[in-house]
T-cell receptor
């Protein structure tokens, strides 16, 4: 596609429910990243994918968070048993991967999913 | 670890005023530097970038120069417009492979007519 897309754009859920957030990266981008933007925390890195694998999951805030990517394209971020502190905007980004420089440095962001946990 | 520090906001300016948003970074290596902008209700957009020391990134009248000696990447614009009202994020990222972006906390700019 022309850009990174995310769905849903807004999600309101009740505490304790599970939610799934979807990201569709730019076609041909092998790298995919998830970030969270919350009040008082700024933008924090959650996880990245190279192809379908996620070598570094250390940014995930708890074991209630998980993510997968299939076919080297679409990724889903799942939050189980949501808590009010999970309320935030979840951003996805994708990029090319190369040795150095050029557009491989640039991550392109989607519009985000605003999650509100009541 | 690596970090990015931005000046606190919000910054309020009159239209046509000169803008500077300060950004300094701490890095163990030689990252690329970025400014991203988030307009109200929209996602993050890349505004400009610089990949090595003394490079100047520019876009839409905004400029920033990669200063290795002062570890800075200050954003400037000579004459702001109301449409520039947004949150601006300074960021760094290393080149090559899979690298996360490290963001500053963001600076909100409000331009009044």
């Amino acid at each position: 596609g022309a850009g990174v897309s995310q769905s849903p754009s807004n999600k309101v859920t009740e505490k304790g429910k599970d939610v799934e957030l979807r990201c569709d990266p730019i076609s041909g981008h092998t790298a995919l990243y998830w970030y969270r933007q919350s009040l008082g925390q700024g933008l924090e890195f959650l996880i990245y994918f190279q192809g379908n694998s996620a070598p570094d999951k250390s940014g995930l805030p708890s074991d209630r968070f998980s993510a997968e990517r299939t076919g080297g394209s679409v990724s889903t971020l799942t939050i189980q048993r949501t808590q009010q502190e999970d309320s935030a905007v979840y951003l996805c980004a994708s990029s090319l991967v190369g040795t150095s420089g050029g557009d491989t440095d640039t991550q392109y962001f989607g519009p985000g999913t605003r999650l509100t946990v009541l | 670890g690596d970090s990015v520090t931005q000046m606190e906001g919000p910054v309020t300016l009159s239209e046509e005023a000169f803008l500077t948003i300060n950004c300094t970074y701490t890095a163990t290596g030689y990252p690329s530097l970025f400014w991203y902008v988030q307009y109200p209700g929209e996602g993050l957009q890349l505004l400009l970038k610089a990949t090595k020391a003394d490079d100047k990134g520019s876009n839409k009248g905004f400029e920033a120069t990669y200063r290795k000696e002062t570890t800075s990447f200050h954003l400037e614009k000579g004459s702001v417009q109301v449409s520039d009202s947004a949150v601006y994020f300074c960021a760094l990222r290393y080149s090559g492979g899979y690298q996360k972006v490290t963001f500053g906390t963001g600076t909100k700019l409000q331009v009044i007519p």
